[in-house]
């Protein structure tokens, strides 16, 4: 399943994100975006069909301005929120995008000597 990468290059796109975003970490010297797979539980099951898989996932903004990191990911959130029909696709077919919500809002993690790490987290629902 692509979705990890569909999403990274769906979030490179945005004119107001770096252009980079990361998988797992951040860039802890500079201004970036990670995006980390977190788990999830697998409630809907089809026999012959597929399944609906919860792809949860936190958000982290690493950014030197405070407002301006805040600001980015509450920007994410909106985008991610009111993603419009056929945003984020599969290259290889195996996934549809059903739903994509967030389940915490932004919030503060701590100061680093850089600046300042934002979290969000994230579930999108995917027919696989």
């Known amino acids: ?3 990890l990468h569909a999403l990274k290059s769906f979030t490179e796109t945005l004119s107001f994100t770096p252009p980079t975003i990361g998988i797992g970490m951040y860039n802890q010297d500079g201004n970036s975006i990670a995006i980390r797979p977190s788990p999830a539980n697998i409630n809907e ?3 012959e069909e597929g399944l609906i898989y919860p792809f949860s996932f936190q958000l982290l903004v ?3 301005d405070n407002l301006e990191g805040y600001d980015m990911i509450n920007r994410l959130m909106s985008e991610y929120e009111n993603l419009s029909n056929g945003a984020i ?10 739903s994509f919500q967030c389940t915490t809002t932004p919030n503060f993690v701590q100061k680093t000597s850089y600046g300042v790490l934002w979290t969000a987290l994230f579930e999108a629902e995917l027919y696989v």
């Open 45 to 47: 099951r089809y026999m």
């Open 1 to 3: 399943m692509d979705f």
């Open 62 to 64: 690493h950014h030197q």
């Open 89 to 98: 696709t599969s290259r290889d077919g195996s996934f549809h995008l059903v």
